[in-house]
């Protein structure tokens, strides 16, 4: 099983709301990332946890929140968000912490609308 | 810092053979990755090159030279579904996390 599964697919959230993306893995990767896309941008690095722990936040503002409850698990809890933050959420795994040899596997993402 | 250059667009017709290139400046360098996205798709590894050379996998091909900090990816017998985004990739200083080329779209065509 080589897939990384994200939830939801599509959302769209006012200003106020609270809401959560989910990512999932069952290849025992050790390490996850959160990456923000905007259309016809690169990938844009936001947090990773290496070994359940957060390794790297990428200066992200604290409306975003990220939890990593298990190795298979990885959460993105929003909260106060603002219509520049629409964007395509990417979660990605790795086998270990090393982005020098490792292959990032991406999940398909959750496409984010704020109103 | 980590940067990358690529250019912005490609155009091919069906059959032809393409090359994408990428210049990269870091501090520190464990590769040069590529990873494809269709409109709409995730990311998806292509090829990974640690050393000097050329590494072959199946119509794709990948190059890098350490020596110019350049690299460089080959698309043989263009097929429609080509069409995607293509980034290449270094990892940061530390080697935790991948940083991305702006990426190149190629529009493939009959």
């Known amino acids: 099983d080589t897939e990384v599964t994200q939830t939801p697919k599509h959302l769209v959230m006012g200003m106020t709301n609270k809401k959560s993306l989910k990512c999932e893995q069952h290849m025992g990767h050790r390490a996850m990332y959160w990456y923000k896309q905007k259309a016809k941008k690169p990938p844009e690095l936001m947090f990773v946890y290496s070994y359940e722990k957060l390794s790297i936040n990428e200066s992200v503002p604290s409306r975003f929140s990220p939890e990593c409850p298990n190795s298979s698990l990885l959460n993105l809890h929003l909260h106060a968000l603002q219509p520049e933050d629409s964007a395509l959420y990417l979660c990605?795994?790795?086998?270990?912490?090393?982005?020098?040899?490792?292959?990032?596997?991406f999940g398909p993402g959750t496409r984010l609308t704020v109103l | 810092g980590q940067s990358l250059e690529q250019p912005s667009e490609v155009t091919a017709v069906e059959g032809a053979i393409v090359q994408i290139n990428c210049t990269y400046q870091?501090?520190?360098?464990?590769?040069l990755s590529w990873y494809q996205q269709h409109d709409g798709g995730a990311p998806t590894f292509l090829s990974y090159?640690?050393?000097?050379g050329l590494e072959e996998t199946g119509r794709f091909s990948s190059f890098l030279s350490r020596s110019d900090s350049y690299g460089y990816l080959l698309l043989q017998e263009l097929q429609m579904k080509d069409s995607a985004s293509y980034f290449c990739?270094?990892?940061?200083?530390?080697?935790?996390?991948?940083?991305f080329g702006k990426g190149t779209t190629l529009s493939v065509s009959s």
């Open positions: 990739a270094v990892p940061n200083q530390a080697g935790t996390a991948l940083i």
């Open positions: 090159n640690a050393l000097d």
């Open positions: 990605a795994s790795s086998q270990t912490g090393g982005a020098g040899t490792d292959t990032q596997y």
């Open positions: 870091t501090s520190g360098f464990y590769g």
